[in-house]
Structure formats: C-alpha cells, structure tokens
C-alpha cells in the first residue's frame, strides 16, 4: 500500500521560509516522479513543482527562483524548500506520486497547511 505523509507546514510570515517534506512508502520511489501541490480555499488544486524519477524538474511560474524541489531515492523522500513566501501561497500543500510516464498523479497525501501572514 503506498503512502505519502507530508510534514513541515507551518505559520510563517511573509518573506521567510519553510521546507516541505513528504515521506514514501510501499512503492519504488526511484520509478516515480513526485510532485507538490497545492489548494486554497476556494480555488482549484494547481501542481506548484514536480520532480521526474531522473532528476527533471518543473515549476509553475509563480514558484519559479522562490521554491525548489528535491529528491533522495536513497531516503524515499521529496522536499520542498519555499523561500520569500508570500500571502498568496498560502493554502494546503500536497504531495503527489505517479509511475514515471504515465499522466495521472494517482497517489496523494493527506497535505500539510501553510499559512503566510503577519
């Protein structure tokens, strides 16, 4: 049985930072690619970053040169590091797997709040 369990949400206020990570379980990490979303309240769950089994990385535009993901297959494990975090990244951020090549993210987490306010 896979699992995702993600850790290190927080408050924090606006231009500090924080580091996501999401732990896996029960499936070969080296052969998924991992991703984070996220959701804020009233908005629709949008893919932040991702990962590919290789090493190939994506980032939505508002993410770019603020957050950077990582990966170590040696742990099992996908980080997030966000830096000068701002009010509209707050929302439940997800950790998401699927089988490198196919499209469908079909594994979740249950998420981790982040909150940017002052």
């Known amino acids: 049985q896979v699992r995702l369990v993600e850790s290190g949400g927080g408050l924090v206020q606006p231009g500090g930072s924080l580091r996501l990570s999401c732990a896996a379980s029960?499936?070969?990490?080296?052969?998924?690619?991992m991703g984070w979303y996220r959701q804020a309240p009233g908005k629709e769950r949008e893919l932040v970053a991702s990962?590919?089994?290789?090493?190939?990385?994506y980032y939505t535009d508002s993410a770019k040169g603020r957050f950077t993901i990582s990966r170590d297959n040696t742990k099992d494990t996908v980080s997030l590091q966000m830096n000068s975090l701002k009010p509209e990244d707050t929302a439940h951020y997800y950790c998401?797997?699927?089988?490198?090549?196919?499209?469908?993210?079909?594994?979740w987490g249950q998420g981790t709040q982040v909150t940017v306010s002052s």
């Open positions: 998401a797997a699927r089988r490198q090549g196919v499209n469908n993210w079909h594994h």
């Open positions: 029960g499936l070969t990490f080296g052969t998924y690619a």
């Open positions: 990962i590919s089994s290789g090493g190939s990385t």
